[in-house]
Each structure stands twice: as C-alpha cells, then as structure tokens.
C-alpha cells in the first residue's frame, strides 16, 4: 500500500535555529496535508496543499509541495520553544489518510 | 461544538479483560477513524467508517472490533486485552465536503495500559 517516509526522526535545535523536516512518497500525491502534536495532546491540522509547486505560509512556518507532487516540506524559521512537538505529514489513500512517521523537535533555550 | 470527545481519557486493564471505547463528534462527519500510537511513533489506523452503519479495516484491526451505529459515535472494542495493546488511542473524523480531502479532527485520546 501507499507509504509516506518522514525524515528526520528527531531533531534538537537550539533556540533560534531553523528546523526541516522531510516528507516523500513512492506515488504521486493528490494533496497533502501537514499536523502539529504538542507532547501529551492530540494531533492538530496546519495546512494542505493541492497544488503542483505549492508554498504556503504561516508566520514562521514555510510549507512546500514538489512539482512532480511526491514530497513536501515544513520548515520553520528561528524556532521558539511553542515550536516544541511531533510534525506529521498526511497522504489521502481511498478513504484513508496515511500519517508519515512523524518528525520530534526538541528545543534547547 | 464540543469537537470530537473520547471516553475514558484513562484506563487500566487486566490481561485477558474487555473493554469499549467511544468517540463522539457533533459536526454531522461523515467519516470516522481510530488510531493508536505507541511511545515515539506514529498513527496507526485500527479500523474506520464512511458513515452510519458502516466499519471498514485499517492497517492494524487485529483484537479490535467496531460499531457505528449512529452517526456521531463511533465504539471501539477490545474482546481480550493484551499487554501490547498497551497504547495512546486516538479518534479522528472529518467531513466529506467534494473537495480534494478535508482536514481530520482528532479527539484527545484515550491512554489505555493493559498489565
């Protein structure tokens, strides 16, 4: 079945630094979306995207979708101790959506 | 709206027990999921549903089973708990609205350990 790799496993950044994490698939994908979990809570929707070449933009936060629509992005700009938590990327699969492994930002101040 | 709710937020069980959980949503969803997460991973999908009376196998179902009998709730059962089931559950759902895919709502969880 349809998988979605998420890279890194885990990053600790110092405060202030920049954060990316990676998210590639084998097939092409119709969107994606991207979710934030704080440590102890529940997974929180960011954004999707749609289009081939997207970028979006949240504050300090940068999404991007490939052209040939198999990876995407999140990459965060000098990160803030809030920034603290597990980033999943999500791929539509039928009636399913498929969570990447998740990539764990640690933060020290 | 209270969102998506899940009952119980905790639990502890015996090797061997049964037990049910629900998850709740009052934004007329269509769909709905149950995942687990275990300690440093992912979301895994135990079983799902594309509307009232319908359930439908994920990627893990093995020692679960569901029901959606109404459309705003969505029961997860374990027949006889085992230590692995030992777990974080999480419920999502999320509307079909004809767009491409629509963001899931989650539930805050329910942490389960089975001794």
């Known amino acids: 079945g349809q998988q979605v790799m998420q890279i890194p496993q885990y990053q600790h950044v110092q405060e202030g630094e920049d954060f990316t994490t990676y998210c590639n698939s084998s097939?092409?994908?119709?969107?994606i979306q991207w979710y934030k979990q704080r440590p102890g809570g529940h997974p929180v929707f960011l954004i999707q995207?749609?289009?081939?070449?997207e970028v979006k933009k949240q504050k300090r936060l940068t999404f991007q979708f490939g052209e040939a629509k198999k990876n995407s992005s999140l990459h965060i700009t000098a990160t803030q101790t809030t920034d603290v938590g597990t980033y999943f990327c999500?791929?539509?699969?039928?009636?399913?959506?498929?969570f990447g492994s998740g990539t764990r930002l640690s933060i020290r101040p | 709206n209270a969102g998506v709710t899940q009952t119980p937020k905790f639990r502890v069980l015996k090797t061997g027990q049964s037990m049910t959980l629900l998850c709740a949503q009052d934004?007329?969803?269509?769909?709905m999921y149950w995942y687990r997460q275990d300690p440093g991973m992912g979301l895994r999908l135990i079983h799902y549903?594309?509307?009232?009376?319908?359930?439908a196998k994920g990627e893990v179902p093995d020692g679960y089973n569901v029901s959606r009998l109404k459309k705003q709730n969505f029961l997860l059962g374990l027949e006889s708990a085992a230590p692995s089931q030992t777990s974080v559950y999480f419920c999502?759902?999320?509307?079909?609205?004809?767009?491409?895919?629509?963001?899931?709502?989650f539930g805050p969880g329910t942490r389960l350990t089975v001794l």
């Open positions: 999502a759902s999320r509307q079909t609205s004809g767009r491409a895919w629509d963001e899931q709502f």
């Open positions: 097939t092409t994908l119709s969107n």
């Open positions: 995207l749609v289009k081939s070449g």
């Open positions: 999500a791929a539509p699969s039928a009636s399913k959506i498929i």
């Open positions: 934004m007329n969803h269509e769909y």
């Open positions: 549903s594309v509307g009232e009376g319908t359930t």
